[in-house]
C-alpha cells in the first residue's frame, strides 16, 4: 500500500500464478483477516434467435466483479453466426465480448455453462444501475442472466 493511502480497510487482491507472497504491516494495532468473497447469480432469461436480451440491475454496494453466465441445457445445442455479451457499469463498460461460429456452426453435447466476466476491481465498477444485454444471431436452448462477486464480510 502506499503510505499516503487513505485509512480503513482495505483487500490485498493477489493474482492466480503469482509466486509466494510475503505480506507484512507496519506495525498498526489493526489485525489482518482473510475474507470470502460470495456469488449472487440473477435470474436467467430467455434468449430468442437474433434478438438482444436487455435488462437492468442495481447494485447498493461496489462490487469485486460482474459477469454474465449462458446456460445451455439441450441434448445438443448450438449456434451460428456472432454472439454479443455486454455489461455497462455505473462508470463505463465493464463486459464487451464479440464471438462468431461464422462460417460454421459451432454444436456442443450436454448441458453446460459459459461465464464472460469483468476483471476484478475494475476501476469502472461502483455501486449503482447496470445494463446487460446478451444476443446470439441463431441458437437452441439458451438462457442468460448475471452475476455478482461481492467480499462476504
Partial sequence: MPEDAEAGDHVLLIPPGQPDVT???NGTSAEMEPVTYAREMGETREVPTGEPVEWQFEFDR???????????????SWEAGETSARID??????V????????????SGG?????YASQAADPNLADGTYTASYEQ?????VRVGHYT???DR
Fill in 23 to 25: 505480506i507484512r504491516t
Fill in 62 to 76: 461496489t462490487p469485486m466483479a460482474v459477469g454474465l453466465y449462458v446456460e445451455r441445457e439441450a441434448p445438443t
Fill in 89 to 94: 457499469a455505473p462508470n463505463g463498460t465493464v
Fill in 96 to 107: 464487451d465480448v464479440q464471438q462468431s461460429c461464422s462460417p460454421f456452426v459451432c454444436f
Fill in 111 to 115: 448441458s453446460f455453462t459459459s461465464y
Fill in 137 to 141: 444471431q441463431v441458437n437452441t436452448d
Fill in 149 to 151: 462477486v461481492t467480499f
